[in-house]
């Protein structure tokens, strides 16, 4: 069953930049993985420090052979320190 992940990071002041960079690199080097159907990134319009992932993946077993891949590792230690939060990722199924 299709999986659609949900990611919101929050900036710290002043690391706006930092978030957006490091999501620039994870979703090109994402979009080319095998179990992903799509990938997007968006930031906020009515906050500027908030930025969501939304991706679709053919089943859960693409996503988590994602999360341990090199470059998810790696992002995901590159923006930690950037946001004001703990990381929180949401795998839901669509409703139809």
């Known amino acids: 069953m299709e999986l659609f992940i949900f990611a919101p990071f929050h900036a710290r002041p002043g690391q706006d930049t930092g978030v957006e960079s490091a999501l620039r690199k994870i979703i090109a080097r994402t979009r080319?993985?095998?179990?992903?159907?799509?990938?997007?990134?968006?930031?906020?319009i009515r906050?500027?420090?908030?930025?969501?992932?939304?991706?679709?993946?053919?089943?859960?077993?693409?996503?988590?052979?994602?999360?341990?891949?090199?470059?998810t590792v790696q992002f995901v230690d590159e923006v930690q320190?950037?946001?004001?939060?703990?990381?929180?990722?949401?795998?839901?199924?669509?409703?139809e």
Do not use: K, M
């Open 32 to 44: 080319q993985e095998p179990g992903c159907v799509s990938i997007h990134a968006f930031r906020s």
């Open 47 to 71: 906050d500027a420090r908030l930025f969501y992932i939304h991706a679709r993946w053919v089943d859960e077993t693409a996503f988590d052979h994602h999360v341990h891949q090199p470059h």
């Open 81 to 95: 320190p950037l946001i004001d939060h703990e990381l929180d990722t949401t795998r839901a199924n669509l409703i």
